[in-house]
C-alpha cells in the first residue's frame, strides 16, 4: 500500500458525460501527479500540481481539467467524453521538493470506461 | 524530447532462469532514472531510483545498473510472484517523468 488513495476505483459513463476523478496524496506529500494509460500508449504525464498550484502541465487534453485543494487531495475532471477517454487513470504523491530524490508513489488507479 | 524504449516487450522465463529487461533512453539532464513494478489492474510500485553511470541497486531478487544510455533490470532465479510489468521511467531537467512502455515478465513455475 502506497499511502495514496483514489476515488472511485471504477467508473462507467456515456460519451458526452462529465465525471470527477479524486486523489487523497500520502501524508506529508505535497506534489500530486496524475497520469493516463491506455493499452497502446503507456503511461502518459498530464499534469502536477504542488501545494495548490499548477506546476507542471503533459499532454493533457483542453476538456481535461484538474485542482488541488487546500487539504491537498485533487481532483481530475474529465468532460465530453469521447469512447478513446476508456483508461486507467493515475494519481501519484511526492514530497514536491524537486530535488533528484523526489520519489512519486502511485494510487491503485480509477478505471474509467465510455460507452 | 525525453524518450524511453524497453526491451524486450515480452519475457517469459521458468522459475530459477535468470534474465534482465532493458530500458534505453534519451534525456536532457538526466535527474533519475526510475523502475516500478505493475501488477495487472494496480498502480505501478516503486523498487528503484538510480542517478549517475555506474550506480547498481538491488532488491531481493533484482539488481537494476546503469550506463549513460540504458539501465538494466537484472532478475536473478525469478519466482512465479516476480511476474509483472517492469516499467521505466527517466526524469529530465524539467522534471518530469517519461515512462516506457513496460516489459511484461512471465515466470512459470
Known amino acids: 500500500d502506497s499511502g495514496v488513495t483514489q476515488t472511485p476505483k471504477h467508473l462507467i459513463t456515456a460519451t458526452g458525460q462529465r465525471v470527477t476523478l479524486r486523489c487523497s496524496p500520502r501524508?506529508?506529500?505535497?506534489?500530486v501527479y496524475w497520469y493516463q494509460q491506455s493499452l497502446d500508449q503507456g503511461l502518459q504525464f498530464l499534469i502536477q500540481y504542488y501545494n495548490g498550484e499548477e506546476r507542471a502541465k503533459g499532454n493533457i487534453l483542453e476538456r481535461f481539467s484538474a485542482q488541488q485543494f487546500p487539504d491537498l487531495h485533487s481532483e481530475l475532471n474529465l468532460s465530453s467524453l469521447e469512447l478513446g477517454d476508456s483508461a486507467l487513470y493515475f494519481c501519484a504523491s511526492s514530497a514536491g521538493t524537486s530535488g533528484e530524490t523526489d520519489t512519486q508513489y502511485f494510487g491503485p488507479g480509477t478505471r474509467l470506461t465510455v460507452l | 524530447e525525453d524518450q524511453v524504449t524497453q526491451s524486450p516487450e515480452a519475457l517469459r522465463l521458468q522459475e530459477g532462469e535468470s534474465s534482465s529487461l532493458n530500458c534505453s533512453y534519451t534525456v536532457s539532464g538526466l535527474r533519475g532514472l526510475f523502475w516500478y513494478r505493475q501488477d495487472p489492474g494496480k498502480g505501478p510500485e516503486f523498487l528503484f531510483t538510480?542517478?549517475?553511470a555506474g550506480e547498481e541497486k538491488e532488491k531481493e531478487r533484482l539488481k537494476a545498473t546503469l550506463t549513460k544510455k540504458e539501465s538494466f533490470l537484472h532478475i536473478t532465479a525469478p519466482k512465479p510472484e516476480d511476474s509483472a510489468t517492469y516499467l521505466c521511467?527517466?526524469?529530465?531537467?524539467?522534471?518530469?517523468?517519461?515512462f516506457g512502455k513496460g516489459t511484461l515478465l512471465t515466470v512459470n513455475p
Open positions: 501524508s506529508g506529500d505535497l506534489s
Open positions: 538510480l542517478y549517475s
Open positions: 521511467a527517466v526524469r529530465g531537467s524539467n522534471y518530469k517523468l517519461t
